[in-house]
Each structure stands twice: as C-alpha cells, then as structure tokens.
C-alpha cells in the first residue's frame, strides 16, 4: 500500500538560454518541479501524482509524456482549444529574467469541473501553492479550495507554499485575502520570508510563521534563503541553519525542491526538524546547479 503526495498546478514549457546562445526546451512550474523531486527522493512506498490541464497538440503530448517518464503519474484534464503555457529565460549579465506565456494557458481551466481530489484519501497529501490560486479565476479557486476541503475531511493532509507573486494578482489585497484563506485550511505552510515580508509587512520569520499559525496551521516551515529556516509546529520552534552551499549557480526551485523534500519526509513519517535539515541539504545541491530540474 503507498501514500499518495497530489501536486497541483501549473507546468509550462521552459526556453532556457544555453552557453552557445540556443535555447533549449524543457517543462517546469513551480508545484510540477516539487512533483519532480518528490519523486526523486521518495521511495517506491509513495506514489507522486500531479494534476494539471492541458490541450491535445503535441507540446502538450510532450509535456504529459515527460511527467510519465518522470515517474510521475498524471491526473489531466485536456482542453482542446487550449495549450500549456510558456516561459523564456532571458541572460543579461548573468542576471536571469523572465517572459511569460501563459494567459490562457489550459492551467488555468484545471479546477473548472473539479470536483473531488483523484484518488486522495486518509494519510495521503495534497500539495498547492499561491501560484495555483493566482491563475485560476476566482470560481476555480473556490472550486479548488472546496475540493482541497473534501479530501482533508477524508484523512489527507494540505501543504501549502503561498510562493507570492503579486503580478499574477489583480490587486495584493486580493492576493493577500486568498493566500490566507487557503493557508486557513492546510496543515502544514511552506512560506518564503522575503516574499512575505514584502507582501505582508512581516519583521521576523518567526512573525510570518505566527501569522499562519494563527490562521490555523499546524506547522509552518518558514524558508530564507541561506539564513536558518524557522520551522514551527504546534507551540514549539526551531531554527534549522542550512550547509553553506559550495557554489550557487542558480536558485531556480531551490524552495520547490525543499518542499519536496519536507514532504516526502512528513509521508515517511521523519521528525520535522530531521525532514527540514534534509531539505536544506537538497536545496543546497540543487542551487550549484543550473536549471529548475536538476538531477542532483
Ligand atoms: P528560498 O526559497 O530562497 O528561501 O530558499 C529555499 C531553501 O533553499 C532555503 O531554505 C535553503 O535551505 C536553500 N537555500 C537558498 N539559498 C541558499 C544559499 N545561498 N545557501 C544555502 N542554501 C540556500
């Protein structure tokens, strides 16, 4: 019998820039990249699924074949008169910036006849981030969250990265009112304290981990960058100092790959603080590497 970890999201086609100048084609999103490496550091006892839409032209054929070779099983809802989204990756004095092609991408229909979670139920996990709710128009985000509800009454377990990014927003109290809401019915936050501080004015990682502890959740794993990781859980804290990485190449799902692994470890049932100092080590190697997907 295995668990299953339920990402859910969005995976758009990645142009990345190579050393000669070409552009090379990959697929990556923020709560797929967490699939991806829960799937690698995970062992046969969990099964990693990641439910998405897309169309039925061969870039999307593409993407599912990917997620299946990965390992990953996919849960998709097809849209033929759409396609997957787009991002292209921009090198200007080693500085990275980004392009997105993504505003009607399928993604963004993947809650419209949501209904109840595929194949959740007690002691599995469902995984989102702020970055689901940003593309979704508001009647997929209830519809989500509604769903996310159901599978969390049935005994599964809600993780939620609220991965802030204000221009998917229409406005930040908007975005602001639907991060906490959905962190108001997960177990367990996964925030990033730069992001927060900006978005919410918190001083501290300890303040953002009070703040989503107030709004209801169990443990709150607050992330920053190469400063400690405040993880609290119930009315204890602690902080855990990540390895200094030996190089950082690039920080592409360095918090991606971190709440993979925090999430497979919580599934095996390893202490928190043990998950979370293993996290660090994984984020640590995946930023000496370029790329969001590295098999490090
Ligand atoms: P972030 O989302 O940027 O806060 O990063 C997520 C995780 O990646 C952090 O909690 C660290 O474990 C790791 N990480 C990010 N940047 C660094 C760094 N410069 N050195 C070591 N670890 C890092």
């Known amino acids: 019998m295995s668990v299953r970890l339920l990402c859910i999201g969005e995976c758009m086609i990645e142009m990345a820039p190579q050393h000669d100048g070409r552009y090379a084609m990959g697929y990556a999103g923020d709560t797929f990249n967490t699939a991806w490496y829960a799937r690698r550091a995970a062992g046969p006892g969990i099964e990693v699924a990641y439910l998405t839409a897309i169309g039925d032209d061969a870039a999307s054929q593409g993407l599912e074949a990917f ?19 787009l991002y292209l990756i921009t090198l200007s004095q080693g500085e990275r910036s980004f392009s997105y092609w993504r505003d009607s991408s399928a993604a963004r229909t993947l809650a419209d006849e949501l209904d109840d979670l595929p194949g959740v139920g007690p002691g599995d996990m469902v995984s989102f981030s702020g970055i689901t709710l940003a593309i979704l128009p508001a009647a997929g985000r209830d519809r989500l969250l509604a769903a996310v509800t159901r599978a969390r009454a049935r005994g599964a377990r809600v993780a939620f990265d609220p991965n802030i990014r204000p221009l998917l927003w229409p406005d930040a109290a908007a975005m ?23 978005a919410f004015g918190d001083a501290t990682p300890a303040a953002t981990a009070d703040r989503y502890a107030g709004a209801g959740a169990a443990m709150v794993v607050v992330k920053n960058g190469p400063g ?25 799902a360095a918090g991606d790959s971190f709440n993979a692994r925090v999430l497979v470890g919580l599934l095996r049932g390893e202490p928190p603080a043990d998950a979370t100092a293993a996290a660090c080590a994984l984020a640590g190697r995946v930023i000496g590497e370029r790329g969001a997907l590295a098999p490090v």
Do not use: K, N, Y
């Not at 997620?67 to 989204?85: H, K, N, Q, S, Y």
């Not at 639907?178 to 927060?196: G, K, R, Y």
């Not at 100092?241 to 690039?250: E, G, I, K, N, T």
């Open 67 to 85: 997620i299946r070779a990965a390992g990953i099983t996919p849960e998709l809802t097809v849209r033929p008169d759409r396609t997957i989204g």
């Open 176 to 198: 602001r009112a639907s991060i906490m809401q959905a962190a108001a019915l997960s177990d367990i936050v996964l925030p990033s304290f730069e992001d927060e501080a900006a």
């Open 228 to 252: 400690p990781v405040h993880l609290r859980e119930g009315g204890t804290t602690a902080q855990i100092v990540p390895p200094p990485a030996p190089r950082v190449v690039d920080t592409t």
